[in-house]
């Protein structure tokens, strides 16, 4: 299911890549637990979904736990934790330039 999800994220299917998204977290909360590696890797997945949507502010909440949560259970320098704080940054710096040029905009 979750190669599915990778698959229509890949082809910019991005609501059926989110059913699917939600459908493999749900079920690795269940079976794996809500801090299980596989299981953040599924919400760093949705998350990056959300934001190809246009869903900045769920994709940001959710990269911002993945990555509380990668920290505590993988540790702080684990590649997958860099990654995606790296991501969120990203999107973060993002988010500011974009509020940024709004604001300016506003100041004309």
Request: hydrophobic share 35%; net charge negative.
């Amino acid at each position: 299911m979750a190669n599915l999800a990778s698959t229509y994220r890949n082809q910019g299917r991005w609501n059926e890549a989110e059913d699917l998204d939600v459908q493999v977290i749900e079920t690795r909360k269940r079976v794996l637990g809500p801090e299980h590696p596989d299981t953040l890797t599924s919400m760093a997945n949705l998350a990056s979904t959300y934001r190809h949507q246009g869903r900045g502010i769920d994709a940001l909440k959710l990269m911002e736990e993945c990555v509380m949560l990668r920290a505590r259970t993988i540790g702080t320098n684990h590649p997958d934790t860099l990654s995606s704080r790296t991501t969120l940054l990203g999107w973060q710096t993002e988010q500011l330039d974009i509020s940024a040029l709004f604001d300016k905009d506003l100041d004309v």
